[in-house]
């Protein structure tokens, strides 16, 4: 069992940037597609960025050019810096990570992080 530990976020004011971070617990053999999600209050779970192992990235349209998903030396570990920030990038994040390539959907990942909290204000 894979846990995958965030960390991070916070509050930042309007145009500020931040980095998220995360990384497995323990020891891990195999290489993951690895994505961030974000969960706003009363919105859906929605994927921001994703990584495959040869570093090939997915971007949602709303955060291209601002933000930016890059793999850590160590296997699974991966950061998420984010520029630009606006009030609408407020959510919780989630790291996950699955076998082989990434996806853009939830369920298709197996392992989950805590989640981390950024609030972003104006």
């Known amino acids: 069992q894979v846990q995958l530990v965030e960390s991070g976020g916070g509050l930042v004011q309007a145009g500020g940037s931040l980095r998220l971070s995360c990384a497995p617990s323990g020891r891990t053999d195999t290489t993951y597609g690895m994505g961030w999600f974000r969960q706003a209050p009363g919105k859906e779970r929605e994927i921001v960025a994703a990584?495959?192992?040869?570093?090939?990235?997915y971007y949602t349209d709303s955060v291209k050019g601002r933000f930016t998903i890059s793999r850590g030396n160590a296997r699974n570990t991966v950061s998420l810096l984010m520029n630009s920030l606006t009030p609408e990038d407020t959510a919780v994040y989630y790291c996950?990570?699955?076998?082989?390539?990434?996806?853009?959907?939830?369920?298709?990942?197996?392992?989950w992080g805590q989640g981390t909290q950024v609030t972003v204000s104006s």
């Open positions: 996950a990570a699955r076998p082989g390539g990434f996806s853009i959907f939830a369920a298709h990942y197996t392992y």
């Open positions: 990584i495959n192992s040869d570093s090939v990235t």
